[in-house]
């Protein structure tokens, strides 16, 4: 007959059991009705870096006697006109290359075509081997049938990418008329959460708030800096070694700063393959160059840039990644980064108040970086100017 202290252990184990398989279900259960409900969260996430991008320069010309709704359709004029200035100055000069890039794409492959046959021709001896022969034939094969998959799914691909690209459209133009309304009237609504906040939880709102204002703002900060320096590393470094259409490669690298970890190993495969068009050498150094461009700006430029912030460990990074991927595409998946960011800094303050054990600290690992200040930012939650 068990003893009592056997069925406590059991009846421990069973709770806990159960306790951890209910945690599993219920994050299960959110993430699937999160998915479901993922084009209005785009639309709330998408209006709220809006408001964050044009709020103070709103707030500016409010002090200086602009009524707010004026500032706001100036504010929003101003942003087209940028948006429509850059597209005038890089889009024709990338759509030149490109256009030169798929004309000369034949030549290209005929390049490749003639390297293969020469590496076949000078080791004939070894693709003459039957082992040798029927690997290749298995990998002619294989893709082969990729191709095949490949072109059949195009017509399903084109849909879904139509329907993506609407839905975006629809998504920024919904968000652009919520930004516009509650940049309007974001004193009014800062004012309102307070009073429902109410006095006992109001530093812990303002906290919160702050999180996701350095969040968002170190975020965006971190992220526009270190695309135009690795793009312009790294096209600097294509003009020297002579890579085709170095404009277009330099706004891809760069470009794919945006997308962590998964992005900057992206750009120098594609740099080193289009390379490999000129020579293997250039290949190498393609590949070489634009690792260097990378981490020339991860370990100098961008840490004093995100000084501010608390930084994520690579492993969460690339879970936030693909819970943002599998959730919103590439919009969630640009999201899940500050997000994430954002919510890290909450847990970081709520356990250092409760235990008063400092956890950031820049020998950190998942906690790694400057202790993050828990005041918050002034222009965090805006307070209604007074009359």
Not at 35 to 63: D, H, K, M, N, Y
Not at 146 to 172: E, H, K, P, Q, R
Not at 285 to 290: I, S, W
Not at 303 to 326: D, K, N
């Amino acid at each position: 007959m068990p003893t009592k202290d056997t069925l406590t252990t059991l009846k421990r184990r069973f709770y806990l059991t159960f306790t951890v398989i209910g945690i599993v279900l219920l994050i299960a259960a959110a993430v699937y009705a999160i998915g479901q409900i993922w084009t209005a969260i785009s639309i709330v996430l998408f209006s709220a870096f809006l408001v964050f991008i044009l709020r103070a320069p709103v707030a500016w010309l409010e002090r200086h006697r602009v009524p707010r709704v004026l500032g706001s359709g100036l504010m929003y004029i101003f942003a087209l006109l940028i948006i429509v200035m850059i597209l005038l100055v890089f889009v024709p000069v990338i759509t030149e290359q490109f256009a030169g890039f798929l004309q000369s794409l034949p030549t290209y492959l005929e390049q490749a075509n003639n390297f293969w046959n020469d590496i076949i021709a000078q080791y004939n001896a070894f693709f003459q081997d039957s082992t040798i022969q029927q690997l290749l034939s298995s990998i002619e094969s294989e893709a082969t049938k990729w191709v095949t998959n490949a072109a059949s799914m195009s017509a399903s691909a084109m849909i879904l990418t139509a329907s993506s690209v609407t839905t975006g459209l629809v998504v920024a133009g919904v968000s652009t008329i919520v930004g516009f309304w509650v940049l309007k009237d974001l004193p009014r609504f800062s004012a309102e959460i307070m009073i429902i906040v109410g006095p006992k939880y109001e530093q812990d709102a303002k906290v919160i708030s702050g999180a996701f204002s350095r969040a968002l703002g170190g975020y965006l900060r971190g992220m526009v800096v270190s695309c135009l320096c690795t793009g312009t590393l790294a096209g600097i470094c294509y003009t020297i070694l002579g890579i085709p259409y170095p404009v277009i490669m330099a706004f891809f690298t760069g470009l794919m700063v945006f997308i962590p970890v998964i992005g900057p190993t992206l750009a120098w495969i594609l740099a080193g393959l289009i390379g490999l068009f000129i020579s293997p050498l250039t290949g190498i150094l393609a590949a070489g160059l634009t690792i260097a461009s990378q981490m020339t700006n991860d370990n100098l430029i961008y840490p004093r840039v995100m000084s501010g912030t608390v930084e994520l460990h690579p492993a969460i990074m690339l879970v936030a990644i693909f819970i943002g991927a599998t959730l919103g595409g590439i919009f969630g998946m640009l999201c899940a980064v500050p997000l994430a960011s954002a919510l890290k800094s909450i847990f970081v303050y709520y356990f250092e108040k409760r235990t008063g054990r400092q956890l950031v600290s820049e020998k950190g690992a998942l906690f790694r970086g400057h202790p993050p200040k828990h005041d918050v930012d002034p222009p965090a939650l805006e307070q209604e100017p007074k009359q």
